[in-house]
């Protein structure tokens, strides 16, 4: 691998310096990359570190509730695996030094290791290097951080890029091609939604503590919320309400008090959209169901058998109805017992009769 470490001393120069230098094998190509090591004192009062761009990883300001799970383990081990990050530069490339000389890093991998280690008064260290965005792209593929679940809105930032990217909208088939995360269709036709809300509306989904926790059902339910206030001019009312004290939790008057904070779950985003629905006054709209009204609407003149067109006979006839699964499986024993021959008994019985002897199957 031709792997070399140098120790490099801090004194050579007024820029903060990293610990070592060496090379560094991504994708069969070797990177030079340092090992920076920062101190509690900096991370609390320097702003030289970001997430970067890139990231797919949202971050609010509760993290001390998203990052809880990893929180014992930096409490107890520190941290173990080193972030990884690349240089941010100005336009002429040239790397970026904050006025006390510590470079400008972004974080493309371990933006969590980073929040933990700054809130629990640990020292953290990043292997940073001068990355492109191919690399950077890479490096975030194959990171610890991407392996976890994506939220709706995050994966629906990831769709937004490629979209960008591609200069038009993406057809599903074509983002589960081009996604680094492996997706349901499902779960990008709820991500592609939740980016739709966030585009049109994006400060209401400050009123979640946990971005990671908003998932389908929350977003499902978002939005008949939102298109519901839309519907009844009730918009502005429900956008005045979600910046308002109620969803600041750091108040005393929030919807959420500390204890449902530390014990934060997805569950309590249904107390979240209650608030919402109250306010409003929304209610869920039945859907009427379909009525054939003419039964010749639905007849097929013309099948498709083995690819070729063939007219229908007085013998051969299909009908073409949106049925329901119950539905479904009623009519095709109905059609079953109508064309029947295997009762004997059934030959002379009339359709009336025929119709009586379907229906005292369900009493």
Do not use: W
Not at 50 to 65: G, Q
Not at 94 to 111: H, R, T
Not at 266 to 292: C, D, F, M, P, R
Request: charged residues 25%; contains cysteine; negative net charge.
């Amino acid at each position: 691998m031709g792997v070399f470490m140098q120790l490099v001393s801090s004194s050579d120069s007024t820029q903060f310096q990293p610990k070592y230098t060496f090379n560094k094998l991504i994708e069969n190509k070797k990177h030079s990359v340092s090992l920076y090591q920062f101190s509690l004192e900096v991370l609390k009062n320097q702003e030289c570190i970001s997430v970067d761009e890139l990231n797919p990883r949202l971050k609010n300001d509760y993290s001390a509730i998203s990052n809880a799970d990893l929180d014992h383990q930096i409490i107890r081990f520190g941290q173990i695996f080193d972030a990884i990050g690349r240089f941010v530069k100005d336009e002429k490339g040239q790397v970026q030094f904050d006025s006390n000389g510590y470079p400008l890093i972004s974080i493309l991998d371990g933006y969590r290791r980073f929040d933990c280690c700054a809130r629990n008064n640990k020292e953290f260290s990043i292997i940073v290097g001068d990355f492109d965005d191919i690399t950077s792209e890479i490096i975030i593929k194959s990171s610890f951080d991407s392996q976890q679940d994506l939220s709706c809105l995050e994966l629906g930032l990831v769709i937004n890029k490629l979209e960008i990217k591609n200069y038009r909208s993406l057809k599903l088939k074509e983002i589960e091609e081009l996604l680094d995360y492996k997706k349901s269709r499902d779960a990008i036709s709820f991500a592609k939604k939740a980016m739709r809300i966030y585009n049109t509306y994006p400060s209401i989904f400050n009123i979640f503590p946990v971005i990671n926790l908003v998932g389908k059902t929350t977003i499902s339910k978002l939005d008949k919320i939102i298109k519901f206030a839309e519907e009844n001019y009730s918009i502005e009312i429900l956008l005045d309400f979600v910046n308002s004290e109620m969803f600041d939790y750091g108040s005393e008057n929030a919807l959420l008090s500390n204890e449902d904070l530390i014990e934060f779950n997805s569950q309590k985003n249904v107390i979240i959209l209650e608030a919402l629905i109250e306010l409003i006054g929304y209610k869920e709209t039945k859907k009427n169901k379909h009525i054939i009204s003419n039964i010749n609407d639905h007849i097929t003149m013309q099948l498709s058998v083995n690819l070729k067109t063939v007219r229908r006979t007085p013998f051969l006839t299909t009908f073409e109805a949106d049925l329901t699964d119950e539905e479904r499986f009623i009519t095709e024993r109905f059609f079953s017992l109508l064309v029947s021959d295997t009762n004997n008994d059934q030959d002379n019985m009339s359709m009336t009769d025929k119709f009586k002897y379907f229906f005292r199957q369900f009493d």
